[in-house]
């Protein structure tokens, strides 16, 4: 295969399609999310395994609270239920952990652990991994524009974004058949490589990441410019 540029730097995800999994089963939504989070982990620890300098998973968006309140409260428990099952894990092999999104509407207990994780981890630099939760585009946008217009003079649009730590993403992988963004990171996806599969996230593998790392390396990106 002829590479046209090198490993992606940053990679997001949206882990769709737990709900259909668990229904083509047979089975409540809630068994497709805890088969979900469990490839979740493993991604995490594959991508480090494969030297991936970021990657940037949606675990719950802003539109996401519009789901009924018991499939809610679910996936914040089980949300924390993996965090701290995971945590000297993810410190073990160098991993930062990082959040994007609204924290101040999820549950105290979830911050609580959210936040020692994320310190915990702190000093780890061997790959960041960011987990957007109450997260949305849209309102990360308008947010930082409110901050910008009460900012010093001098201070840039994009440093007032919550996600600005984070370089753009390089590639971004969506699961489940949908070929939507679903304000996922509206303002750095802009040159983004998309890429899209059928496969229902609780499905996806090892290998599935590493074709969508083959193709990625086979595009060629442009930015505009003629070469
Ligand atoms: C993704 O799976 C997980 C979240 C959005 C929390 P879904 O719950 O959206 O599953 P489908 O799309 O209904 O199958
Ligand atoms: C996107 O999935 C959000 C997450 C994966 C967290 P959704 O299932 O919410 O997206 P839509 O509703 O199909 O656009
Ligand atoms: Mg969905």
Request: charged residues 25%.
């Amino acid at each position: 295969m002829k590479y046209g540029q090198s490993f992606p730097n940053h990679i997001a995800i949206i882990m769709d399609g737990n709900g259909r999994w668990a229904k083509n089963k047979n089975k409540p939504r809630t068994y497709g999310h805890i088969k979900g989070a469990s490839v979740a982990i493993d991604t995490v620890l594959y991508a480090k395994k494969l030297g991936i300098k970021y990657l940037t998973l949606f675990a719950f968006s802003t539109e996401n609270w519009n789901r009924p309140s018991e499939e809610v409260s679910f996936l914040f428990a089980l949300l924390q239920e993996h965090l701290k099952k995971e945590a000297e894990k993810i410190k073990e092999n160098g991993i930062r952990f990082k959040t994007i999104g609204n924290l101040a509407t999820l549950p105290d207990s979830l911050v609580k652990l959210i936040n020692s994780l994320s310190n915990m981890t702190e000093i780890c630099n061997d790959m960041v991994f960011t987990l957007a939760v109450s997260y949305g585009g849209k309102q990360e946008i308008e947010e930082a524009a409110e901050k910008y217009k009460n900012s010093e003079p001098g201070i840039k649009f994009k440093d007032c974004i919550q996600s600005s730590f984070l370089p753009d993403p390089d590639l971004l992988i969506r699961t489940g058949g949908e070929k939507r963004i679903s304000n996922f990171l509206l303002y750095s996806l802009a040159y983004t490589e998309l890429y899209f599969l059928d496969k229902y996230w609780p499905d996806f593998s090892e290998r599935d990441f590493k074709d969508a790392i083959k193709e990625y390396m086979a595009r060629k990106r442009k930015f505009g410019n003629l070469i």
